[in-house]
């Protein structure tokens, strides 16, 4: 009897997908998060769409295009400044020497939402088992239970690839940091609050939103997705700085249609038809569902809107 209403409550999940409410673990049955396998699809989607964990966790050519061969398996430098140091992203294969294949799935859970990594994997790591925040763990940590394990799921498919990163370069441990709060929408409807979650988990504000003075490393919510946070590196002697997408009429994007949103992601263009500069991930997002960009271009309505002008040195 109980086995049947466990099966039955988990088909129904299955076809309302992974976000009905009752099959994710806050639910008040836990049995049902235990019956409860990831879904290596869904898993890609997050991974490769969503989030874009490949990103960070492969080297890059000049081009910005993943060393062929190589993705997941880490090393690409991200450079803090000379009070800190350097960091590489890690090898996130199944290679079970280099990569997380030795980790379980609770540990790799973990690390994705707090930054705390295994004791068995801190080699290398100076006296802390706390990662620096460039992996997004404040963001990633709003991350739901079951879209967790779909992305575990799909991690889990990712053949070894023998190649272990440089070592981080770095001065000191961060102590671990707690999630970053989102605004919430005004209207919480559906869609407004998928589009809060997609926002999130999707890491707008990663590289929309400024940081706050150090030594904290927390991101400047007064501020969100206003833009502004500058990448250096991308074209010789320039730096390309997030745009104002908040809903702000004048240095946002408040005076942009729906469908000139839209048209970011599916073509990286801007409302003047032109080309947005990299590293906004455009392609990637291009890869969402019509109703996932939809729900983003819903939420991005509700923001506080910041007057906060930002310069556009794209040379497209
Ligand atoms: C913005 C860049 C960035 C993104 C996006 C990103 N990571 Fe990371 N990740 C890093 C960096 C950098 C480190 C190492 C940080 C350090 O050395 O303190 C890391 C570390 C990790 C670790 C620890 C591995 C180990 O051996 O210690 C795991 C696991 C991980 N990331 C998984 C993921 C997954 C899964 C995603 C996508 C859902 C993801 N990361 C997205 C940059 C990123
Ligand atoms: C890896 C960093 C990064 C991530 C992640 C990212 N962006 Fe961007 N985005 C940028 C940069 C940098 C620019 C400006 C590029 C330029 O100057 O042409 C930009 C430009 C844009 C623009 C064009 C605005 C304008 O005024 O031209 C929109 C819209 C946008 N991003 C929306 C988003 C949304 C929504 C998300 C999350 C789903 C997102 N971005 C995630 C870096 C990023």
Partial sequence: MKKYALISILSLCLAAGAFFAACSSNSSNPTVSQVYTGDANHGQYLVETVTGCADCHSQLDQQGNIVAGMKFAGGQRFYL???????YSRNITQDSVNGIGAWTDAEIITAVR????????MNGMIMSDTLFPVMPYQLLGNYSDNDMQDIVAYLRTIKG?????????????????????IPTPASTNDVNLRGKYLVTVGLCADCHTQRQAP???????S??????FGFDGIFPNVTIYSANITPDMNTGI????????????????DDQGKQICPPMPWARFAGLSSADAQAIIAYLHTIPAVKDSVPNNCPF
């Fill in 215 to 221: 030594p904290s490393t927390g991101l400047d919510i």
């Fill in 161 to 181: 690839i023998k190649y272990a990163p440089p070592m981080d370069t770095v001065f000191f441990r961060p102590l671990a940091a707690k999630e970053t709060t």
């Fill in 254 to 269: 408040g005076m942009w249609s729906d469908a000139q949103i839209d048209s970011a992601f599916q073509h990286g263009k």
């Fill in 81 to 87: 400044g000379p009070q800190v140091g350097a960091v």
């Fill in 223 to 228: 501020k969100f997705l206003a833009g502004g």
């Fill in 114 to 121: 707090t930054g705390i990594i295994p004791q068995h994997a």
